[in-house]
Structures are given as C-alpha cells and as structure tokens.
C-alpha cells in the first residue's frame, strides 16, 4: 500500500487544482445551487464587483458595454453564453470566467431583464 501513496496524493492533487481552474459543470451546479431570482442576481453582480467594467444601474465603469437596457439589443441566449464563457465569444476579453451554474446565470439573466423593462 505504501508504494502507492505518492500515485494517490499526486492524484488527489490533480483533480484539487482541476477542480479549482476548470471546475466541470456538474460540480458548479451541485455547489452552487441558487434560486434563480432578480434579488440573488443582483447580489451576484455585486459579489463579483461587475460594476469595475459595466454600468449596471447607472453606477460603474464603462470597460464593458453598459448592462443597462443590454436585453433590447443582445438576445438572452447570447448573454447567457457570454456569462458562460467570455473567452468563448472574445479570445481577448479582459471579462473573467466566473464558472457561474445554470441556476446563477439564470439569476443574472432575471436581473438584467429588471433593467430592461
Ligand atoms: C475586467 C472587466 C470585466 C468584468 C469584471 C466583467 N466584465 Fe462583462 N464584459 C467585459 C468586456 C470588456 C465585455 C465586452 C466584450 C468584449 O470584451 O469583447 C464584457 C461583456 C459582457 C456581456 C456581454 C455584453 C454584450 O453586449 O455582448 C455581459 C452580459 C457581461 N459582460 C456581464 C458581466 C457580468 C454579469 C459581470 C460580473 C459577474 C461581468 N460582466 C464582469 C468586461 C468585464
């Protein structure tokens, strides 16, 4: 049994720093399961300091596109993707991967349609 230690550790440290970088959707999903609700949104964009590069209710920088009234000309299926994965729409985007879950992009999209009424 031993002899394997090392194989094991060095095992349970590649998946550690899989998960940490590259978190699979199945996980993101198991541990972060919210109520897909504007009110949960809107606390997402501010745990995630959005507002450093998008106005979003008229308080913000202008790196990004402003957030407000987003939904009258971008459709939801795109936000989601980006929301998804911003280096999937743009290779160059300054916009990090938040390894958001369905239910969190699901918040933000209920969000973002409260600004675009
Ligand atoms: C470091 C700056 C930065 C941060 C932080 C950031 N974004 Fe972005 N985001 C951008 C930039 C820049 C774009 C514009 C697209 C590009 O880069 O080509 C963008 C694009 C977007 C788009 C697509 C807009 C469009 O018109 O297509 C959405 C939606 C979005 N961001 C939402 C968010 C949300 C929600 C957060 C917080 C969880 C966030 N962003 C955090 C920089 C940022």
């Avoid at 308080?59 to 009234?69: H, S």
């Amino acid at each position: 049994m031993r002899k394997y230690t090392k194989y094991l550790v060095a095992l349970i440290v590649i998946v550690a720093l899989w998960f940490t970088i590259s978190p699979p959707r199945f996980w993101v999903n198991l541990i972060h399961n919210v109520q897909p609700t504007a009110e949960v949104g809107a606390a997402l964009v501010q745990k995630h300091d959005c507002r450093n590069c998008h106005r979003i209710e008229d308080t913000g920088a202008l790196v990004g596109p402003d957030l407000d009234k987003i939904l009258t000309h971008k459709s939801t299926d795109e936000i989601e993707r980006w929301l998804r994965n911003p280096r999937a729409m743009n290779p160059n985007t300054p916009m990090p991967n938040y390894h958001f879950s369905d239910t969190e992009i699901a918040a933000l999209l209920a969000y973002l349609k409260t600004l675009n009424p």
